[in-house]
């Protein structure tokens, strides 16, 4: 798998494979077709009225036995991981997977077919650079059925895999760092397969309707049966690896960790993936957001501020007023650099906000609203309370504060106020300020 620095990949042209598929038995068509920047992969129903989209993402995954379904309210697409893992493995990250039926084809049981399919249509780089999701943090599953996954640090995306049969049957371990070379080598020819004891439930089911030893390994005891030799003498951790990479991917980013698994299966490696999703959406979520500041006689800069205020470095708590409603109400922002000198002592290692600064640049906020009046210019504001003081949350270097604070009772040089300070729409702190005013 590429390197988080490198550029978003489509395919430069469409290419088109036919055969059957595994569980249902319908002959389908699967076209793959380039797509836009952060597009995603996207599976197409052409088959259906309007031609459906359904992404293959992990809030669309529906069902997880014996394969991965996605869904996007009741149209379907079965057994999507292995086009997922040959389209992530060989480094395509936008791309229209169409198809006239509900399940690709299972061509031999491997991801080779698409391997070679995507080959065929060629790669096209794209300017965007390719968003990754750096594990800076374990991540750990475990499941009731004895399954383990665990996601740990790591400079590249490896997967270590343990594959376990019932009764300790074939088992297997394997490990590589994922490349476009290494998949398509190592990984992409490793066929599914199938434990006898397995098959006639599956039938009864309504599965596997396409299976046959031409696309799948069947194991009977201790025997292995197929129409051609194994490919690898570990065939079956290998595919367990296929699996794990397409599964994965329904979690939205590519993965720079090491990916360690004992016993996979769909249903782990899709609640590893919602966990993936979580832990890059909590990332996400700290990212600040653009403020807007709107233009007019109202919004004032750091120069005007220090017109009104008399608060100077280190102690100015407010970089710019964003807006004013009426006489009462007004915005300010404070941009929260790693600079600010607060954070050598509070604390090393770990630099936080303190919480009585926040206060502070509430207070500063209240102050602009009442000695911008003409009355009041040239005093200072004086804390004379601050009740009701509550902390929500952390305010560290890269957030933006947004402070507000709205005048509840003004009576003569004497104001009190309602303040919260917001970082990306959270609140990080709230306060009920009083503060009179006083000549300098």
């Not at 990949?9 to 494979?17: I, M, S, V, W």
């Amino acid at each position: 798998m590429a390197g988080p620095i490198d550029h978003q990949h489509t395919l430069a042209k469409a290419a088109t494979l036919a055969g059957t598929s595994l569980h249902t038995g319908e002959k389908v068509s699967l076209t793959l077709r380039p797509a836009p920047p952060n597009h995603g992969i996207k599976f197409r129903r052409v088959d259906l009225e309007d031609a459906p989209f359904i992404p293959a993402t992990i809030d669309r995954v529906q069902e997880v036995e014996r394969a991965t379904t996605i869904a996007e309210g009741s149209v379907k697409v079965h057994t999507v991981e292995h086009v997922i893992s040959a389209l992530t493995g060989m480094g395509i990250d936008n791309a229209i997977v169409e198809m006239d039926a509900n399940e690709p084809p299972i061509a031999d049981g491997s991801a080779l077919p698409f391997v070679e399919l995507i080959k065929k249509a060629g790669a096209q780089k794209q300017d965007p650079l390719r968003k990754v999701f750096e594990v800076r943090e374990p991540i750990h599953l475990e499941t009731p059925g004895g399954s383990l996954v665990t996601i740990v640090p790591d400079k590249n995306f490896r997967v270590s895999c343990t594959q376990m049969g019932p009764q300790g049957r074939f088992t297997q371990y394997q490990s590589f760092e994922i490349t476009p070379e290494s998949y398509e080598k190592e990984i992409a020819p490793a066929r599914t397969f199938v434990y006898y004891e397995d098959v006639e439930p599956l039938m009864k089911k309504g599965l596997i309707k396409g299976g046959s030893l031409e696309n799948a390994v069947v194991i009977r005891d201790q025997e292995v049966m197929t129409k051609e030799p194994l490919r690898f003498k570990d065939e079956f951790v290998r595919h367990k690896i296929l699996d794990i990479i397409g599964d994965l991917m329904l979690g939205g980013r590519r993965i720079m960790g090491h990916v360690i698994a004992v016993k996979p299966g769909h249903r782990p490696n899709t609640e590893m993936a919602r966990k993936v999703w979580e832990a890059y959406s909590a990332i996400e979520a700290a990212i600040p957001k653009p403020v807007f500041v709107p233009t007019g006689k109202g919004i004032l800069n750091v120069e005007d501020i220090m017109q009104i205020l008399p608060h100077r470095y280190p102690f100015l708590m407010v970089d710019r007023i964003v807006d004013f409603e009426g006489d009462a109400r007004c915005t300010g922002v404070k941009q929260i650099t790693v600079n600010e000198p607060y954070f050598q002592g509070h604390f090393p290692g770990h630099p936080v906000m303190p919480g009585v600064l926040q206060v502070e640049a509430m207070a500063q906020v209240a102050s602009i609203i009442m000695l911008r009046k003409p009355e009041h210019q040239g005093k200072i504001g004086y804390f004379v309370s601050a009740n009701d003081v509550k902390f929500r949350r952390l305010v560290v270097p890269g957030d933006t504060l947004v402070i507000e604070a709205e005048f509840l009772k003004v009576k003569r040089n004497i104001g009190q106020a309602a303040c919260k300070c917001t970082v990306n729409g959270e609140i990080a702190s709230t306060a009920e300020l009083k503060f009179a005013l006083m000549d300098r």
